[in-house]
């Protein structure tokens, strides 16, 4: 079976950067499963694994475009001291929370200013061009209640 709409894609992965620093690896876990063609993974890999079969091995490289994105400056500012509780310490690289209109929004501290924080909310991978060693294990259709919820259900995937 080949990896296409609707068909749950479960495989081995190595995430590097540029330098070749390991970002994320299922070695030594599950395969990480998916369900191909519902915006489960990045779009540049789901493009990659487009018609492939279990045995497939490639080395895909994906462009901030393809990926999380380019960087967006206006996703970084600072923010006042009283927008965080009281008792709440600051620290660089901490990650902070905020209830947005979409749901929850994640932040990264950046820099401490005498005046509050500068948060980024970026993904931390947004303007990196990303290097996936990957291998296909297996590709099955996906069950009806996978498509309704539109993610894979059981090891790799998720259990409701």
Aim: hydrophobic share 35%; aromatic share 6%.
């Amino acid at each position: 079976m080949k990896a296409a709409l609707n068909t749950v894609v479960a495989m081995h992965y190595t995430l590097t950067d540029d330098s070749g620093e390991v970002l994320d690896s299922s070695t030594g876990r599950d395969p990480l499963a998916y369900l191909h063609g519902h915006s489960n993974i990045i779009p540049g890999l789901e493009q990659a694994l487009e018609g492939k079969e279990a045995g497939y091995k490639s080395k895909v490289t994906v462009a901030p475009g393809e990926g999380y994105g380019e960087k967006n400056p206006e996703a970084v500012f600072e923010a006042p001291r009283e927008h965080f509780p009281p008792e709440m310490t600051l620290a660089v690289g901490e990650r902070v929370y905020a209830d947005g209109p979409n749901g929850r929004i994640s932040f990264v501290i950046v820099e401490l200013t005498d005046t509050g924080a500068v948060l980024d909310a970026n993904h931390p991978l947004a303007g990196k061009t990303l290097h996936f060693d990957v291998e296909i294990i297996e590709v099955r259709a996906a069950t009806t209640e996978e498509l309704e919820h539109g993610h894979v259900h059981g090891p790799g995937g998720h259990d409701h």
